[in-house]
């Protein structure tokens, strides 16, 4: 492998450029970094000639460090026509295989939305590196707007951010990019939202308030006793929800997130939820759907019950996990019946736990 600097005349400039060679392949990699040519009549300024030494050792100091790169295997030789390749025209590719998981589609849909409104004209690979992710960056954090002319949520700038690195990550693993540029820098760092919950007494008025929607009480009470996530109650089936003599109720699925085999027990109570055992293909939960109407009547059932919070299907998912914490059970037990796949996942429910004990120990005061 061979790196030469070379210059292309162009325009009324003269282009400084690398010219990578291997194994009978070529590979250019344009600098951004010019000279100005002798004029045909006269001479260069001393100006000019300083700007031109001062550019020429910029670029012979940019050729030996990747030459060293190619040395230590860091800066890879790749396919010319791949790098060629668009990556919006990959990207919405990526996109179109999350299909059929509509809230994964989503976030992608809307990544490229914002991809292509950032780029205007299409990008290669070869354009994206360190600089055209910094900029990609500061774009979502300053510049991108929601559909209602607001700046982006930090959470989104953060999962916006991440799709892009998803995808060149993939890249990386098919051979179209050697190295994921954007592990040079760091990313959007995520907000903590406040996640609600409910308390035990706030569950227990749950149960005994009246819902307009009843397989939508069954669902979130059953999701509430197990850590559930909507997807996973909504598609569960009779065949899920197993007994044995040695492990009591249990329900065996693949989470539809995560794509993981998990078998998950729950206590007996919560088969009050289930209703009545059917056929085992047959749906648990029958009925159960997911619209903003729904999302009303759920908070009209958890209002009838007293609980002035803002409550969405989800929080029955921190509810168990919080309570969990809340009546011992250690973070790693709490983190395998929720399904995580790192432990960091669960500890935001832990800093609840941390929150309510500092609540609970500044209740005592003296008069002094």
Not at 238 to 261: L, N
Request: charge should be positive; proline fraction near 3%.
């Amino acid at each position: 492998m061979t790196v030469t600097l070379r210059q292309r005349k162009k325009g009324d400039k003269i282009s400084l450029y690398l010219d990578y060679y291997h194994q009978g392949k070529r590979q250019y990699e344009y600098l951004q970094i010019y000279l100005v040519p002798e004029p045909k009549k006269g001479k260069l300024s001393k100006e000019k000639k300083d700007e031109n030494k001062k550019n020429l050792a910029l670029a012979e100091s940019i050729r030996s460090k990747r030459h060293l790169e190619l040395q230590n295997g860091i800066y890879g030789f790749q396919d010319q026509g791949k790098m060629k390749g668009s990556f919006l025209r990959y990207f919405e590719n990526l996109t179109e295989k999350r299909r059929p998981s509509k809230g994964n589609h989503d976030n992608w849909d809307s990544t490229l939305k914002h991809l292509k409104k950032f780029v205007t004209f299409d990008v290669t690979f070869a354009q994206i590196d360190k600089k055209w992710l910094e900029d990609f960056k500061e774009f979502l954090q300053k510049k991108a707007l929601t559909p209602s002319n607001t700046n982006l949520a930090q959470n989104s700038q953060c999962s916006y951010y991440n799709k892009v690195r998803a995808a060149l990550r993939v890249a990386v693993k098919e051979g179209i990019i050697a190295n994921n540029p954007a592990e040079l820098i760091e990313g959007i760092k995520p907000d903590e939202s406040q996640r609600e919950f409910l308390t035990l007494d706030e569950l227990q008025a749950l149960i005994k308030a009246e819902c307009d929607i009843p397989i939508l009480k069954q669902a979130f009470l059953f999701s509430a006793m197990t850590g559930l996530r909507w997807s996973d109650v909504q598609k569960l089936t009779w065949a899920d929800v197993q007994h044995s003599k040695e492990m009591g109720h249990y329900i065996r699925f693949r989470q539809k997130k995560t794509k993981g085999a998990e078998t998950l027990p729950f206590p007996e109570q919560a088969l009050e939820f289930l209703g009545t055992r059917s056929s085992p293909a047959e749906r648990v939960f029958i009925g159960l759907k997911y619209s903003a109407w729904h999302n009303i009547k759920l908070q009209q059932w958890v209002l009838r019950a007293g609980i002035t919070k803002s409550i969405s299907f989800h929080c029955a998912r921190h509810t168990y996990a919080t309570l969990q914490l809340t009546l011992g059970t250690d973070i790693y037990t709490v983190s395998k019946l929720l399904g995580h796949k790192e432990l960091k996942t669960t500890q935001i429910y832990a800093k609840i736990i941390d929150e309510k004990k500092r609540d609970a120990a500044n209740r005592i005061k003296l008069d002094l």
